[in-house]
């Protein structure tokens, strides 16, 4: 807890001291620089962001161990949409909700057969959670670093994320999120630094896993703009779960994102998870997304 709560006071820090630099104006800039997670919107706006990501693997770490182990191929996509919107006059508050739909396939069956979604014995499907959430600038003067807070509600039963016929879907507990957002763009604005803070906690159902755990996952993100339109990037995320489940996982990545409109761009992200402990599959993660801001 003495690590998160440095990595913490070093964004704000940074957040204040950045804050006073020049910056080119932001109508030299396009949606992909100016409105980063950290960027709230502005009243009356609406950003709609439709993610999927599909993770496969082939080993996985053993019990209360990092020591990878090959193991039957499966398979988990979870396609998310979040959809938010300004609400205050004075550009610091946005709402918003985010709904998840999950296919995962196990037993060794090939990675493209989530998009089967079929109801097998191989296979589970089905919407699995929905988050109201808010979003706020705390800092009046730093625009830069805002915060999210959402509750992930389960639309599973008690007892239902994980089953002998068909697998693991999703956690069943609740989950308290609260996401920390900080950007800064260098002065020659080909260069942009991100940092994501995700805290979450579970509870509400002792038969799941992450029922009265807490989870810290970490990232730093370095973006690099070719031209006004498209930017590449690379990354790394580390996630530790700790209380009464623990597990952890460290993954590198990357990418790049194109703004195929005014209103409408791509991402597409790559990432692997390069160590793990406990239970903890070491497979890779292809991702693909549209976002619309208007």
Do not use: C
Not at 43 to 56: A, C, P, R
Not at 189 to 210: P, R
């Amino acid at each position: 807890m003495k690590r998160i709560s440095i990595f913490i006071a070093l964004l704000m820090f940074n957040s204040f001291i950045f804050s006073q630099e020049e910056e080119n104006p932001e109508e030299e800039k396009n949606n992909l620089q100016v409105f980063t997670p950290s960027k709230l919107l502005n009243k009356g706006q609406w950003d709609i962001k439709w993610f999927n990501g599909l993770y496969t693997q082939t080993r996985e770490t053993g019990r209360e161990s990092s020591k990878g182990m090959d193991v039957a191929r499966s398979n988990f996509f979870t396609s998310t949409v979040d959809v938010f919107t300004g609400i205050s006059d004075n550009n610091r508050i946005n709402v918003g909700a985010i709904v998840e739909f999950r296919s995962n396939t196990s037993g060794g069956r090939q990675a493209l057969s989530v998009f089967s979604l079929e109801d097998t014995p191989t296979n589970r499907v089905g919407l699995s959670s929905i988050a109201p959430s808010i979003k706020i600038q705390p800092f009046k003067n730093v625009a830069n670093f805002s915060f999210q807070s959402a509750i992930h509600i389960p639309l599973l039963g008690s007892g239902d994320e994980a089953n002998p016929d068909g697998g693991f879907l999703d956690q069943t507990a609740w989950s308290f999120q609260n996401r920390f957002f900080y950007d800064y763009t260098f002065p020659n604005g080909k260069w942009q630094f991100f940092a994501d803070l995700n805290t979450e906690y579970g509870f509400g159902d002792d038969k799941s896993f992450a029922n009265n755990t807490f989870l810290i996952v970490p990232g730093a993100f370095l973006s690099y703009f070719p031209t006004q339109k498209a930017t590449v990037l690379g990354f790394v995320q580390h996630s530790e779960r700790f209380g009464d489940f623990q597990q952890d996982n460290t993954a590198l990545g990357f990418g790049g994102k194109y703004q195929l409109t005014d209103v409408l761009n791509l991402e597409v992200l790559y990432s692997k998870i390069v160590r793990g402990f406990n239970f903890q599959g070491l497979g890779a993660t292809y991702s693909f997304g549209l976002r619309a801001l208007f």
